[in-house]
């Protein structure tokens, strides 16, 4: 997800067996007229002495090529990917504008402010009630108290997942199917953190909705509500005294009510981190999602992620994804997995080099090729990419 059930998906699920939920859907309505470490999750707010204003964003593009789509084959929208879908042309993913005001030190209140432009925003929220609030990522007020616990009132981005939006506080370039099509991206609502006792913080959220992501119809949620039933979310986020090991574990559910039909999530997702030394990074995610329609079969999603990290020698360091997603929607059992590896030039301080390639394979397939009306079981492509970040 991060958002929607991205073109590769919709089309995977619809092959499993996911046109039976289409078809009830239909009828229902028809008759109803690393600055961030992976991880971490939604950060609380940031607190400041000495600058009232914290104003900061970034610039990301790409260009990338599907081995999918034979030399003068092309496509605007190919790879199925969220957030580097474009083959053969170079492509702004991402203007991100930051803009807030730290609580100060000793306590009391803050806001922040992300703006978005680009493909990331579209992929965000891409139809549908939510697609007027695509260009605002995040909007919330916060309030911390001396103690250090504190409470944030908005639209945040989800607690849930390794990854992240923003390209450059993750591993890899390009994000793991769990992120794009498991988790959501956002929330609305508010949530409260206690202080930190002994790198143990604690997390819980009220917001309107934990999914959205688009299946198979047109209306997400978020800002968004269908059915004013509300989403609980909670979260145990640990980090050693030493700054070795980060352990993450992130549950939810809401009763969501999307284009006529009722889907009962429940959303598990564990995360862990480790490192050894300087140079080495290690990271395991697992997610469990599952969705119970009141129309149409049920589904069940698992995800596995293993990720890895070396720094080689300054400015350059690679990295390396495996992951792999079962999916059982109904009766139907299907599979999707995925190999990546990165390398990285941290050219200047604030400009971020990448070269990514990635193989993609799938049991029943899904993947776009060069022929019409052809699909295919295999994807490879190959990605560079830029990220310019400027201000405090």
Known sequence: ???????????????????????????????????????????????????????????????????????????????????????????????????????????????????????TATDIAPSGEEKRYQNIGQLYISYVGKSGAGIDIGKFYTPF??????????????????????LPTYH???????????????????????????????????????NKSLGYIGQLNYQSRSG?????ETYGGSHDGQNGYQDRVLLSDTDLTFLPDDDDTYGLNYTNRQDKYDIGPGARYNGYAGYYRRQ????????????????????????????????????????????EGRHDDASIAPFLTGTSNVLGKTQNTLTVSGVYTFGS
């Open 312 to 355: 080689l020698t300054q400015p350059y360091a690679m990295a390396f994804r495996v992951e792999k997603i079962f999916t059982r929607i109904g009766s139907v059992s299907s599979n999707a997995d995925s190999f990546t590896a990165t390398f990285e030039d941290k050219a200047a301080r604030n400009i971020l080099l990448r070269l």
């Open 244 to 248: 070795k090991v980060d352990a993450v």
């Open 1 to 119: 997800m991060h958002t929607n059930f991205h073109p590769t998906f919709r089309r995977f699920a619809s092959l499993c067996g996911g046109a039976v939920l289409a078809v009830a859907i239909a009828s229902t309505a028809s008759g109803t007229a690393f600055a961030q470490t992976p991880a971490t999750g939604a950060t609380p707010a940031e607190t400041s002495s000495a600058k009232p204003w914290v104003i900061n964003g970034l610039f990301d593009a790409y260009y990338l090529y599907d081995g999918n789509f034979p030399k003068g084959v092309g496509s605007s929208q190919v790879t199925g990917f969220d957030y580097n879908e474009r083959a053969s042309t170079p492509t702004l993913s991402l203007a991100e504008l930051n803009i807030s005001k730290p609580v100060p030190t000793r306590g009391g209140f803050g806001f922040k402010t992300t703006l978005l432009a680009g493909d």
């Open 161 to 182: 997942g390794y990854e992240v939006v923003e390209s450059n506080q993750n591993y890899n370039y390009s994000r793991s199917f769990i992120f794009t099509d498991l």
């Open 188 to 226: 609305s609502g508010l949530r409260v953190y206690s202080r930190s006792y002994n790198g143990l913080i604690a997390s819980a959220y009220l917001v309107k909705a934990i999914n959205n992501i688009d299946l198979g119809g047109s209306d997400e949620e978020g800002v968004h509500d269908a």
